[in-house]
Each structure stands twice: as C-alpha cells, then as structure tokens.
C-alpha cells in the first residue's frame, strides 16, 4: 500500500474563494500533510492564512519562529486563540503572479489526545518583503476529537489559482 | 506509478520504555525520514537523542535555529554524543506529543559524512513551547543501518509516543 496518498485538491477559480476547505476527511491515514499555493486579494504587502478544525473556532494555540531576511524573531500570536496561524501569503501589492507556500504535517488525527501540528511557510517575490516561518501548532478542544475537516482562511480571499492538496500518511 | 516514499518500520509504544531502535535499515533508498510523535516521562523538558549505528561517543554536531515564542536563537554544539532534538514534553501539566522530522540524506554512501536536517514542533499546554529548524553532521563515512531512539534526561519515553521510518527513493 502507498505510504504518502492524495486525498483532495483544492485549485480556486477565477471568481477567488474566502475559503479552502477539506471535509469528510477518511479516518484512515496515520497522518495528514497539507501543501498549499497561495496569494489574496488583500491590498497589502502580505496576507495572513489561518487554520481551523472540524469548524470549531476555539483551543488553539500557535508558537512562530520567522525570519523575514535581516532579522528573525518569535512570537505567540497572542489573542488569536480561535485558529492556528499565521502564514504569511503574498497579497495584492506584491509582485504579479507569486504566491506563499505552505507544508502542514498533522500527525495522528484521528487520536483522542491533544492535535501537534507542524507547519513550515515561505513568502518570497522578488520584491521588498520576504518571510520564512517555521510555526508549531496544537489544538486542546475539549474531548479531543478526530480531525474530520480543515479549513483555511486568509484575511482577504483567495485568487485564482491558489491551491491546496491534502496527502494522506500511512504507517500501517 | 511508482512508489517513491515507503514505510520502513513503524513503532508505537503501547508500554513506557527507555529506547525504540530500527535495525538492518535496508541500503536501497536515497534517503530515509524519521518522523516522531513523542513525550518523555520526566517531570519537565526533555530532548530525543538518537545514536546512529549504535554509536554513542562524540561524533554528532549540530546548529539550531528556535523560538520559544517569546524570543529566536541561534548557535552551535559539537563533539555530542547523539544527535539530539530540541525540547520535547514531559509529564508535567497536560502535557502533549510534539512533532519531530529527522531527514537522513544519502544514508547508505560510504563516503561521506552525514548531513541530516530536523524540524521540531513542541506544542504544550503549559510552557516550554518551542519551534526548531536544526542541521546535523554525523561523522562517520559508515553506511546508516540503525538508529536507536531514546530519552537525553529522562528514564523513559512515554506510552503512546510512536516513531516511523520512511525510505525515499530517487529512482
């Protein structure tokens, strides 16, 4: 049997979405990874992409480690307790046609303890602004439950051709 | 199509116990990757160290890159006796298991030394919080055929803290 499997794919059409989203997720896999392509609409100089489970919007908790090219620097995210995040993804006032990229490892997901997630994010686009961010994610909601849907949400909204594919892990 | 990334060994502690090890690691991939899920049984912060072929004198090096959330360092160490991860979870609080990746790159060469690449993801309830990138040097020129994991602090690796090995093949 295949270790490493492809679940679902998301690629956003030309209308743009708010949101990604995969539900229904099997219950099969030992582990899930997540690699996601993405840029917004938001007029900024970046964007912030969040993460949430099952559409439950409380129990998170977020430690970052970045690196932004001269300096880097460790955070918490205090006060966003309600997603996991944040990856930065290129915005609308960067250049044409780049996007961030995002690795979410989630492993043992469908377990009754505590959710670990590991996510590695990088923002470049030959421009003025540039990222790296290595994020340790956990999840403690009451009753531990399994991780059946994951949604991704950006401040602004996805543009066309933003992606992301869900793999499933095996180790058995 | 064929299969690229294989499962080599799987290992989940169904008791506590002080090491896992994977032997007679087979030569026939490019590259293996380690993943983790583990909690050690100490009453506080603890670390994975890992010996590969056995090894436990001081042939591992390593330079860090973390963030406690509050503050990101960086610096060396040389001449350890494992290759030894960043913070993982002891039994203290509600305590969770972290994430850990090792990639181990052209194991089986007997030429060169070993660079291995980690990410370490330690997510806990009550402190002691962390986010690591490492890079490693083994050296020893010696084809990996084991690794053996354990505890650098404490008595024993905690039930449920499970490790697999994964073989990656570039051809």
Do not use: C
């Not at chain 1, 918490?76 to 961030?100: C, E, L, P, V």
């Not at chain 1, 670990?116 to 421009?127: A, F, K, L, Q, Y």
């Not at chain 2, 053996?148 to 697999?164: A, E, K, R, V, Y």
Request: proline share 2%; hydrophobic share 35%.
């Amino acid at each position: 049997m295949p270790t490493y499997k492809l679940i679902s794919s998301v690629t956003v059409g030309s209308g743009g979405a708010a949101n990604i989203t995969f539900s229904s997720i099997p219950a099969t896999f030992t582990d899930l990874l997540i690699k996601v392509s993405a840029r917004t609409n938001r007029a900024d100089d970046s964007d912030d992409l969040y993460l949430t489970f099952n559409g439950i919007s409380s129990g998170y908790s977020t430690r970052n480690l970045e690196g932004g090219g001269t300096t880097v620097s460790s955070d918490s995210f205090a006060g966003i307790g309600t997603k996991i995040g944040r990856m930065s993804q290129n915005a609308a006032n960067n250049t044409a046609n780049t996007f961030g990229n995002s690795e979410v490892y989630i492993p043992n997901y469908t377990s009754s303890k505590i959710k670990s997630i590991s996510i590695d994010n990088v923002r470049e686009h030959n421009g003025t602004y540039g990222s790296l961010n290595f994020i340790a994610g956990l999840w403690n909601y009451s009753g531990q439950p399994a991780i059946t849907s994951i949604t991704f949400t950006p401040n602004g909204s996805f543009v066309q051709y933003s992606s992301a594919y869900l793999y499933g892990i095996s180790n058995a | 199509m064929a299969v690229t990334y294989e499962k080599i060994q799987t290992t989940t502690l169904s008791t506590s116990q002080a090491s896992i090890t994977f032997s007679s690691i087979p030569s026939t991939y490019t590259d293996l990757v380690l993943v983790g899920s583990a909690k050690s049984l100490i009453s506080g912060t603890d670390s994975i160290g890992i010996a590969v072929n056995g090894i436990g004198s001081g042939i591992y090096s390593r330079t860090y890159l973390e963030g406690s959330g509050s503050a990101a360092s960086s610096g060396r160490q040389t001449l350890q006796i494992r290759i030894v991860s960043d913070y993982i979870t002891g039994t203290y609080g509600t305590a969770d298991f972290g994430v850990y990746t090792w990639n181990f790159m052209d194991y089986a060469n007997t030429t060169t030394k070993k660079t291995v690449l980690f990410r370490g993801s330690n997510t806990q309830v009550s402190g002691g919080w962390n986010s690591s990138a490492m890079v490693y040097l083994v050296d020893t020129t010696a084809a990996i055929t084991s690794l053996t994991i354990g505890t650098m602090n404490g008595p024993n690796l905690d039930t449920g803290t499970s490790f697999t090995l994964y073989g990656i093949k570039g051809a």
